[in-house]
């Protein structure tokens, strides 16, 4: 199997703490892959350092066969990696259709020539941006709020927001941060719902959760980080069955 | 009657004075998240700058202006690289507090090099335009005029340009503006120019209308610190309309109180406002 993203010995320190130890896994290409650990394991720094908002000390990504370690972030979202964030709070003053034309890969109106001109080729591809926006907006059910300001939006909206504007960049693989968290048990099977669907019509998923009934339902392989570091990885029913991961979650036995 | 007229009208020239200082201050709250309270020595180096260009130079007041907008612009942009900068991810407080020694060093350092003395600008000496019984200095009315250009340029050049536009994505959420290629960075220089530069002009417009000395800035740190909580920390509009509330009461103030009293009126705004609207009057979070 093909690798979508691998992660070989990242290491990242905040003030002397190291908050990532030398992490290393690989989420396979079409996978549905879920990265779970407790609190402080390093999970949401981790995809910060990935996603290039932070830079790593040490060890590499690659997506693909492309080395994108040290990146930055815009780079990397046009190279297909695209994140969510846990906080999905947005730009407060855009609609939910503004949010999702921003992330529209190769927007004409970001340079300024186009910009002004409103060339055939630039109105097109705003055209078909705009397509695009709404076709994801009705897949994600988001169709009737398009014009609502994102902080009108329920809480398990705002993420759908946050998967929308994801999708809108045209990702090779999906970086989510706790995309269910906080959000009425309903709308959550709605989201997972809507990510299994993404996940079978070919998009690779790296996964953030809490809910271990979600993480067995949706996900395979699933990655144990804890204290900074890969803890083991395998099946849901592996990892689960493992002493050391009950450990991590419990506390060590005195 | 007239006497309220009169300290509206006085209320509103203040006002409009704190209003340009403020808006920088609120500028560099957006997107740096912290106060900077050395804003009251970039207003006094403003006022200093554009004294010089005027006596020294001859330079008329909008000239002086622009040149004391660019001195206090650089001023700040090099107090922040080199010293609050470092303290950013130390968190707000600190940067706060290393802000009020900063104002201390800059002020000491207008200081020696002009000495304590109030200086003047070299201006024409006009009548005040009467209207029935109110009475207003046409270099008050001057600096009004002044202060509302630059606020309506401010505001334009936030809502229209790329720039403007960039900066308000990353106060609005500075990890989402990365992923589409804004460089807080960047963003966090020109903001800090743009803010001391404008609380450099309010020095200078401040200064037009008495004198200047090396406490200058320091005098309506209070007024426009008031003027930025009042309307919301962090809102550019909020600034404006919190400077004139408070430009207002402050003269309002003055009609029933001992002048001593009136920097009273900004605290007692602040401990009212942050008692009951801690967002402010357009604020959309609270600070």
Known sequence: MTAALIIAELKLDFYGVHVLRGVDFTVPAGSFTGLIGPNGAGKSTLFNAVSGLYRPKGGSVRLGAVETTG?????????????????????????????????GASQPGESLLPALWRSHTARRREAELAERAHGIARRLRLDHVLDNPVTALSGGQKKLVEIGRALMADPKILLLDEPMAGVNPTLADEIAGHLTALNRDGLTICLIEHDMALIKRLCAPVIVMAEGKVLTQGSFDEVAADARVQEAYLGRRH | MILILQALINGLMTGALIAVPAIGFSAIFAVLRYPNFAIAAYATIGAFAAWWANTTLGLAVVPALAIAFAVTGVVGVVAEETSLKRLRDKGALIVA?????????????IRFAFGNDMKGYDLPIARDLRFGELRIGPQQLQSLALAVIIMAAMFLFL????????MRAVADNPDLARLKGIDPARIAIVTVFLGAGLSGVGGVLIGLDTSIDPLTGYRVLLSVFAA???????SIPGAVVGALALGIAEEMALIVTPATYRTAVGFVAILLMLTFRPCGILGERAA
Not at chain 1, 80 to 85: A, D, E, K, M, Y
Not at chain 1, 89 to 100: A, C, D, E, I, Y
Not at chain 2, 99 to 109: D, G, K, M, R
């Open chain 1, 71 to 103: 990146l930055p972030p815009e780079k990397l979202v046009a190279a297909g990696l695209v994140r969510s964030f846990q906080l999905a709070r947005g730009f407060p003053k855009l609609s939910v259709f503004q949010h999702l034309m921003l992330y």
């Open chain 2, 228 to 234: 930025a909580v009042l309307g919301g920390l962090g």
């Open chain 2, 97 to 109: 507090i290393a802000s009020i020694a900063l104002n201390l060093v800059l002020e000491n350092v």
């Open chain 2, 159 to 166: 809502r229209y340009t790329r720039f403007g536009k960039a």
